[in-house]
């Protein structure tokens, strides 16, 4: 009884070290870093189209938008890359290239006064860190609208 059970116990091994040997070169690619990963730790451009506009439409604009609740308050339109760059009654809130005082950023992490946007998102209270990443390089990288 041992012995069929060592065999059966071999015998499962070695097909499993055989199989791991032949990985197809899609199974490999399905391990690859996503490509917007990539460009957050590498040195791609993050696209304001194809990035920032999709994360702000999911979490910006059910506020901030001519008679939501963000705007009548602020002023801020994110309907669009020019109504975003122009800001809010108060001034900009885009620095291009600097992600560190632009308000925008400083917003998504709560350094701008305790306030941290969106408002009552989650739990938590803040966008996923991908996205947070996402903006800020985006805005580190000239806010351009590309």
């Given at each position: 009884?041992?012995?069929?059970?060592?065999?059966?116990?071999?015998?499962l091994?070695?097909?499993?070290?055989?199989?791991?040997?032949?990985?197809?070169?899609?199974?490999?690619?399905?391990?690859?870093?996503?490509?917007?990963?990539?460009?957050?730790?590498?040195?791609?451009?993050?696209?304001?189209?194809?990035?920032?506009?999709?994360?702000?439409?999911?979490?910006?604009?059910?506020?901030?938008?001519?008679?939501?609740?963000?705007?009548?308050?602020?002023?801020?339109?994110?309907?669009?890359?020019?109504?975003?760059?122009?800001g809010?009654?108060?001034?900009?809130?885009?620095?291009?290239?600097?992600?560190?005082?632009?308000?925008?950023?400083?917003?998504?992490?709560?350094?701008?006064?305790g306030?941290?946007?969106?408002?009552?998102?989650?739990?938590?209270?803040?966008?996923?860190?991908?996205?947070?990443?996402?903006?800020?390089?985006?805005?580190?990288?000239?806010?351009?609208?590309?």
């Amino acid at each position: 009884m041992k012995i069929k059970f060592l065999l059966s116990v071999s015998v499962l091994l070695a097909l499993s070290f055989n199989a791991l040997g032949e990985t197809s070169a899609p199974e490999v690619g399905a391990l690859a870093p996503e490509l917007g990963a990539l460009k957050l730790t590498g040195g791609g451009e993050i696209s304001f189209r194809s990035d920032v506009q999709p994360i702000i439409h999911d979490y910006c604009l059910n506020c901030h938008i001519p008679g939501g609740k963000g705007y009548v308050k602020s002023g801020l339109d994110m309907s669009s890359y020019e109504s975003l760059m122009k800001g809010t009654k108060f001034g900009a809130v885009v620095k291009p290239g600097d992600s560190e005082t632009s308000t925008f950023t400083k917003l998504l992490t709560g350094t701008n006064r305790g306030l941290k946007m969106p408002a009552g998102l989650n739990a938590s209270g803040t966008l996923d860190r991908q996205y947070i990443l996402t903006l800020r390089k985006w805005v580190q990288q000239g806010a351009k609208n590309n």
